[in-house]
């Protein structure tokens, strides 16, 4: 029983490590845009521009970083890719102009896409595999949850004291920790991928989960919008200045929700359940954002999108990791992130285009149909193809 135990010391490092990796990334996520119009003088369109570049390095280092982590020894690979994601926080401190904080920006996503899906990766090696799907979908969580929680405080730290400075030294320090608690993780042996001859597709991309990483891509281009635009959208269009703290904390308790909820179907292997009632009820909350202007359906929404994206992203994990052989875990890892990076970039990018030139109202109307869509395309397609392919 011992060895089936899921809450081992190696895997609460390799949560408390990636809570820290999305809770310092996500502080300055829904203010960025707002220290780049105040600091700047940034137009919203040219705000989407310096962000997405954060998005398109991390999409460019993931498939490398899944190939690193299968083939290289892994601590070694992760510990490297975390210590250069905790420096480069550091150089937001002395980014002086709007070109240099755009090269800071976009050189961050580089490790911080290589450290997500190491980590992601390593949690995977040092779960037990009759526990790998639950152990799956609690790691999901203490992602979900560094996402939804660091806002809320960055949020709160901002309207105290009006200091980004302070939020750029508080993301290095938890940055840091995450790294510090990493380096202590003891990894079982394994064999690394060498089998093959010469480099091809599948060792950067998971081919058989190519539908799941494209839904991934729908569903993560919702939540970029979403992330990224929800502070300035609030002030501006609904005049809601103080709300958005609380807007991620009722996120963050509907992804605590979503757990208690679906940890007994994940136990049970319903992956495909769990996921499928998940992007239905977040489809559901950004339809609530996008049509109901008032404080019901601000704060509504953020309880429907926590407990929809807590069900489906554990879920869709579950399911590409079930489509790959055990040497390429690193590779399932680095496709479905690649997706949700590649989704979140086209979401910050379009999301101000379309904010520029026909409001952000009509930016969240669009995000609840392309929603709808990857709901669609769920059904259709990517739930047979999965049944169909599945390994386990």
């Known amino acids: 029983m011992h ?48 962000l997405s570049g954060y998005i398109v390095a991390a999409l460019l280092v993931r498939p490398f970083s899944g190939y690193l982590a299968d083939s290289f020894p892994r601590k070694k690979v992760l510990l490297l890719a975390l210590a250069l994601n905790a420096v480069i926080f550091g150089g937001y401190m002395v980014a002086g102009s709007l070109l240099l904080f755009f090269l800071v920006r976009t050189l961050h996503g580089g490790p911080f896409g290589a450290s997500s899906v190491a980590n992601s990766t390593v949690a995977i090696d ?21 996402t939804a929680i660091a806002p809320t405080i960055g949020v709160y730290i901002y309207t105290q004291t009006h200091s980004f400075q302070l939020l750029f030294l508080l993301a290095l320090a938890v940055a840091l920790v995450g790294f510090a608690v990493d380096a202590t993780i003891k990894l079982p042996e ?25 839904n991934v891509v729908v569903f993560g281009f919702c939540y970029g919008v979403l992330s990224n635009y929800l502070a300035i959208y609030s002030k501006e269009t609904l005049g809601i200045t ?46 609530l954002f996008a049509v109901v202007h008032n404080p019901v359906g601000y704060y509504g929404s953020a309880l429907l999108i926590g407990l929809g994206n807590g069900h489906m992203w554990p879920s869709m994990q579950n399911m590409i990791v079930d489509l790959a052989h055990h040497n390429e875990r690193g590779t399932a890892n680095s496709t479905i992130l690649t997706g949700w990076d590649l989704g979140l970039g086209l979401g910050i990018l379009l ?27 769920f059904f259709a ?8 392919h599945r390994l386990r």
Do not use: C
Not at 362 to 370: H, K, L, S
Not at 381 to 388: D, E, G, V
């Open 190 to 214: 394994r064999q690394l991928m060498q089998d093959k001859k010469k480099l091809s597709l599948d060792r950067f991309f998971l081919v058989r989960g190519w539908l799941v990483g494209f």
């Open 351 to 377: 999301g101000g285009i379309i904010a520029e030139h026909v409001g952000y109202t009509a930016a969240f109307v669009a995000v609840a149909i392309v929603h709808a869509i990857g709901v669609a395309l």
């Open 126 to 146: 040092v779960l037990p595999s009759s526990r790998r799907t639950e152990g799956i979908g609690y790691y999901g969580l203490s992602n979900n949850l560094g």
């Open 242 to 287: 103080t709300g958005t703290g609380a807007y991620f904390a009722i996120l963050s308790g509907g992804l605590i929700l979503s757990r208690i909820q679906g940890g007994r179907a994940l136990r049970q292997g319903k992956v495909v359940h769990n996921a499928a009632e998940g992007i239905i009820i977040s489809t559901l909350g950004y339809l």
């Open 3 to 50: 060895q089936d135990r899921l809450w081992n010391a190696n895997y609460w490092k390799v949560m408390v490590a990636n809570f820290t990796m999305a809770f310092s990334g996500y502080l300055l996520t829904p203010l960025l845009p707002l220290y780049l119009s105040e600091q700047f003088g940034a137009t919203k369109d040219t705000i989407g521009l310096v």
């Open 381 to 388: 397609a990517t739930r047979s193809n999965f049944l169909h």
